[in-house]
């Protein structure tokens, strides 16, 4: 059984958790704190993350925290916010992409994409490619993109990225969350294929009480937890995540998530990737047209 205990020392590291302000984000950038290193807290709202970074003060950790604002739903954002990133630090041993949006109402990005796909899968693409060239320069560096158990349900709709078919808020998740992995995976393959040192891990919190159900009505919420079961504290939902990032048994390119009752409970353990995310001819494709859309080409 993983937990934080065994999570070594990061005194030293400089790490970057998007998303950092709630759930699963917040108990992510607070384990780093409290085990020594220097975390950006990157947020969309001022208030919110000052909050949470006044909490984590009062946690008695031995690292630092600092704030930084981006609004995943505008790549003008990212590309901002990667630039003041890139000004501020000379290191960054690791990226955790673990900002999320879930079942909102039919929206779309700055750019016009489908906002689960634009926000869950865009924004981060371009950011750790932004990011990259630091990342890579640095020691041992590693980079975390949080999926979810919805990804067995999805697949890739190449012609349904701009909200072109009527909206389906489940499977628009289901298919960013598919991204991610087949991004992560891809990720891997271009680092391996061009002999460069930073690893691409991928991990999924199973089923936890956090905000990213806000969208859900009390009816819908009901059904889903007599659907899956009990829900887990984020706490623990981040441990997959704290695994991937620090443990030296995590494999890369691979996804960890909670070990019980199919992936929604427990501590983090391997999990073996279903085929249509290991699928290249699909994640080929889908980097292919994420450089295009966002115009960042990494890793070389």
């Keep these: ?14 790490v970057l958790v998007t998303g950092a302000n709630a759930g699963i984000g917040y108990e992510t950038a607070l384990a780093f704190y409290q085990k020594g290193a220097k975390v950006i807290l990157a947020a969309r709202n001022k208030d919110k993350a000052e909050q949470a970074r006044n909490t984590m003060l009062q946690q008695n950790g031995t690292g630092s925290l600092d704030i930084a604002l981006v609004d995943l739903s505008s790549l003008a954002s990212v590309k901002n916010f990667a630039e003041d990133i890139l000004q501020r630090y ?3 041993h690791l990226l955790i992409n673990n900002a999320g949006v879930m079942i909102p ?12 796909f634009g926000v869950n899968h865009l924004a981060h693409f371009a950011l750790t490619g932004y990011l990259f060239p630091l990342l890579n320069s640095t020691p041992g560096s590693r980079i975390v993109t949080v999926s979810s158990n ?43 294929a061009a002999g460069l040192q930073t690893r691409s891990i991928a991990a999924q919190p199973g089923a936890n ?18 659907r899956i079961g009990d829900l887990m504290e984020p706490w623990q939902g981040a441990l997959p995540s704290l695994y991937a990032a620090s443990s030296e048994e995590a494999i890369p390119g691979a996804l960890y998530g ?22 290249e001819t699909v994640a080929k494709q889908l980097w292919e047209l994420s450089e295009k859309i966002t115009g960042v080409h990494f890793p070389v």
């Design 1 to 14: 059984m993983w937990t934080t205990k065994n999570m070594p020392g990061q005194t030293g590291k400089t």
């Design 90 to 92: 000379p290191q960054l």
């Design 105 to 116: 109402p039919a929206s779309a990005t700055s750019e016009g994409y489908e906002l689960q």
């Design 150 to 192: 919805a990804y067995l349900h999805g697949q890739i709709d190449f012609e349904n990225l701009r909200l072109e078919k009527p909206y389906d808020p489940m499977r628009e998740y289901a298919q960013s969350k598919l991204a991610n992995l087949l991004f992560t995976t891809e990720l891997q393959r271009r680092i391996d």
């Design 209 to 226: 009480k956090t905000e990213l159900a806000r969208h859900m009505s009390d009816a819908e919420f009901a059904a889903a937890v007599e």
């Design 258 to 279: 909670p070990d019980q009752d199919g992936g929604y409970r427990g501590y983090p353990a391997y999990a073996p990737l279903q085929p249509h995310a290991l699928n």
